[in-house]
Nanobody, 120 residues
Framework: QVQLVESGGGLVQAGGSVRLACAAS????????MGWFRQAPGKEREFLAA????????TYADSVKGRFTISRDHAESMVYLQMNSLKPEDTAVYYC?????????????WGKGTLVTVSS
């Protein structure tokens, strides 16, 4: 079973930065490709970024390219999403996800999410 637990959400001012973290179970820590998604109130879930199991390949949604950076630390079984220049429209619940097959934005396993609120 793959378990994912997000952290790092909270209230941040527009223009600020936040780093989200996702703690992955040992099974997912090095063998699974990982991704970040978000869902704003009243909107569909949106793909943000994905990183391959090796960490060598990343892909981003155009909407966050240049502002968000995904990374992973195999030793700590962690995946991160660094978010810079935040805007009120970035307010959403952010989810970590994992899949054994590289096929973003499709993912099989999901965390419960962490809320990020960006104030203007």
């Amino acid at each position: 079973q793959v378990q994912l637990v997000e952290s790092g959400g909270g209230l941040v001012q527009a223009g600020g930065s936040v780093r989200l973290a996702c703690a992955a179970s040992a099974r997912a820590s090095s063998n699974y490709h990982m991704g970040w998604f978000r869902q704003a109130p009243g909107k569909e879930r949106e793909f943000l970024a994905a990183i391959s199991s090796s960490g060598l390949t990343t892909t981003y949604a155009d909407s966050v390219k240049g502002r968000f950076t995904i990374s992973r630390d195999h030793a700590e079984s962690m995946v991160y999403l660094q978010m810079n220049s935040l805007k009120p429209e970035d307010t959403a619940v952010y989810y970590c996800a994992a899949d054994f097959i590289w096929r973003p934005p499709n993912m099989d396993y999901w965390g419960k999410g962490t809320l990020v609120t960006v104030s203007s």
